[in-house]
């Protein structure tokens, strides 16, 4: 059975140094994220889990994301590389969640007046964020139209009156669900879900399906079994039994919007306010003993949780233009949104602008897709600019799209007429590829590799007590 304390289980027997606990009681406003970036300044990502919070009595638990090593334990994989391929190949099996009568998220259920917002942490992640947020949460929201589930991870502003602002992107699918509702003049329930497998969260928050819904299907591909769902208590949605806490309410009128913000987001940046339809909470269930789950909003767990379920995604999509694509990564160094390295095996001139443009439109959130030989590894970004300097010349490699569609969250974004924000940026391949007819390809400098392979690191033994070293430090 899958979920989050589960796989806590399995990180505690193969990286117990990952997990430390904090026993003094902690407040929520900044310094929760004041642990998470003291360790991130020392080059450390531990998992931190919080057992006294100010204003709770739940514990909370963060930072679970903030090392792909950590994702790489759902999938018994080496290397960055096999884990996009194994992503990518369980996407291709959808498993349908399994409908149960109950579960532990069921353990505890408050209606009413009972059912109040203020009895979870009221976590504040960045010193100007306009107050606290939940922005851990699997929204659950039904498709009007086709009665498909779709779940999407977005930002929700806890408002002073006890309701639930939700921030999503214009270009997710959820944003296409409010604005059906719009048209029909109809409510919208949802189901926020806390805590749960790493497989719950990365279906939600980067997995890019191509149609509204299969989220659900695609968490129990990745935990390889169904995943366990529930029927609501007082929403027409089902979602999962062995959640740490789900919230359910209602848009009552999602044309009716209030001010949300500001809010620190994946670039780093703060996003800005932003006008957003407001959740009625219905009901809090939850487990006895539940931990809260949170995500470390505009540090590295942010960054990180989003770089796999993308890089499979798009690995996918951009193949089937360009067959020739071997590998893409998402860097840390752009927020693992902003810019693909994307390696091809060349066998045509062109097809590294054919395999950028086939990487701009797999997400508006690209800004700059780097295309790069085979021989490059593109997990490494030292070798990926080595390229660039080496490879690449401007006018001849470059092609720049300006007043394309891009992320409207980008700091960068310009409007038309280029005097404000807005959600236009102005897009570039580069083609870091040799040309293959008339050019003449420089050979690398290396060592020949039948040398290389003969040299054992064994033969390098302890010196330091050679007397010819010692006769030079003397």
């Not at 928050?205 to 935990?223: K, T, V």
């Amino acid at each position: 059975m899958g979920d989050l304390r589960t796989f806590l289980s399995v990180l505690l027997e193969k990286r117990p140094e990952d997990l430390l606990m904090v026993d003094r009681e902690v407040d929520p406003r900044f310094e929760i994220m004041g642990f998470v970036e003291k360790f991130e300044r020392q080059k450390q990502a531990p998992v931190l889990l919080f057992k006294k919070v100010k204003g709770t009595s739940i514990p909370v638990l963060t930072n679970l994301h903030a090392s792909f090593e950590r994702l790489m334990l759902m999938f018994g994989t080496r290397t960055k590389e096999e884990t996009v391929l194994e992503f990518m190949r369980r996407a291709d099996r959808k498993i349908a969640p399994k409908v149960v009568d109950t579960g532990p998220v069921k353990e505890r259920v408050l209606r009413g007046d009972a059912a109040k917002a203020s009895i979870l942490p009221q976590i504040v992640h960045n010193e100007l964020d306009g107050g606290p947020y939940i922005c851990s949460a699997g929204t659950i929201m039904k498709d009007p139209d086709t009665g498909a589930l779709n779940v999407g991870l977005y930002r929700n502003q806890l408002m002073s009156d006890g309701r639930i602002g939700l921030m999503i992107n214009p270009a997710n699918h959820g944003t296409y669900i409010l604005n059906r509702y719009r048209e029909l003049n109809k409510p919208v329930e949802v189901a926020l879900v806390i805590g749960h497998h790493p497989a719950f969260l990365l279906s939600a928050g980067g997995a890019r399906l191509p149609y509204i819904g299969g989220e659900l299907e695609l968490a129990g591909a990745l935990m390889d079994e169904p995943l366990r769902v529930v029927r609501g208590e007082t929403v027409d949605l089902e979602y999962p039994a062995d959640a740490e806490i789900v919230i359910e309410g209602v848009i009552e009128n999602p044309s009716q919007l209030v001010e949300e913000g500001d809010f620190g987001e994946y670039p780093r940046y703060y996003s800005g306010k932003k006008m957003v339809p407001l959740i009625k909470v219905t009901a809090i269930c939850m487990r006895n003993d539940a931990v809260y789950q949170d995500i470390a909003a505009a540090h590295d767990e942010h960054i990180v949780m989003g770089s796999l379920p993308r890089m499979a995604t798009y690995l996918k999509r951009i193949k089937e233009v360009a067959p020739y694509v071997k590998m893409v990564n998402l860097p840390k160094s752009a927020s693992s949104r902003a810019h693909i390295y994307v390696s091809i095996r060349k066998r045509n001139d062109g097809e590294g602008k054919q395999a950028g443009l086939a990487a701009l439109a797999a997400d508006p959130n690209i800004k700059m897709a780097i295309v790069v030989d085979e021989d490059i590894d593109v997990f490494d970004e030292e070798q990926v600019l080595w390229a660039v300097a080496f490879r690449f010349e401007a006018d001849r490699d470059l092609v720049v799209i300006p007043y394309a569609l891009g992320a409207h969250l980008n700091p960068s974004a310009y409007s038309v007429e280029r005097s404000k924000r807005g959600v236009l940026q102005t897009r570039l391949i580069v083609d870091a590829t040799w040309p293959l007819k008339g050019f003449e390809k420089s050979p690398v400098a290396k060592a020949p590799q039948n040398v290389v392979d003969k040299i054992g690191l064994g033969e390098a033994v302890n010196r330091v007590n050679d007397p010819l070293l010692r006769s030079l430090l003397s």
